[in-house]
């Protein structure tokens, strides 16, 4: 592999692994304070609005999101000639979502990529993205659960991707395609733990 692709798919990590719901814990409650302390423990949006308020947790969408975004939008371009350019945005997206998963500024305990995953969403597309965020919110107003509306909206991306393809015959790259179908996988994934509260009726509700 060439090393400008190996370099600019760490970068695209390093990004990735930006922990921001810590650090606004940091901010706001000062150095000894671990959002994954708190709470559900988890290192996004819905725990940070629960233990440190909606401006914190606003911040840190925006920052995750810009996270997945930049990563798609301008890092493809450091590697162009080398690689497609389709084949480098799905790389690089995929090295951002594993990075905020996996952060290693935050020995691996990361996140579950929802405003991530939008960020890169919106960066492939940004209708589909909108189109996707309407799902998040219909999920999310009839569950009362951020998690059943992330789970939504990320099942709701691949299914655009197919109807846009195969049946309004609308351009999408094979690439694209393919990655948005691995996307549930993770989201599920990162969400196995609320999965398994709503199976048994326990999982919180946000309003």
Known sequence: MNASIILVSALAYLIGSI????????????????????????????????????????????VD??????????????ITQTIDIENARVLLAAMSLIG?????????????????????????????????????????????QSGVGSIAASFCFPLINMLYK????????????????AIPLFIVFTHRENISKIIRGINKKDF
Not at 44 to 54: A, E, F
Not at 66 to 75: D, E, H, Q
Request: hydrophobic share 55%; charged share 15%.
């Open 100 to 144: 905020h998963s996996f952060p290693v500024f935050i020995n691996f305990r990361g996140g579950k990529g929802v405003a991530t995953t939008a960020g890169i969403i919106f960066a492939f597309r940004w209708e589909i993205g909108l189109i996707c965020l309407a799902a998040f919110v219909v999920a999310l107003l009839l569950s009362r």
């Open 65 to 78: 999101a810009m996270k997945g975004f930049a990563v798609v939008f301008w890092l493809p371009a450091l």
């Open 166 to 181: 195969f049946v309004l015959d609308i351009p999408i790259p094979s690439q694209m395609l393919w990655f948005s179908l």
């Open 19 to 62: 922990p921001t719901a810590w650090i606004c814990g940091k901010i706001r409650k000062g150095r000894e304070y671990d959002i994954r302390d708190h709470g559900s423990g988890n290192v996004g949006t819905t725990n940070v609005i629960r233990n440190l308020g909606w401006g914190a947790g606003i911040v840190t969408f925006l």
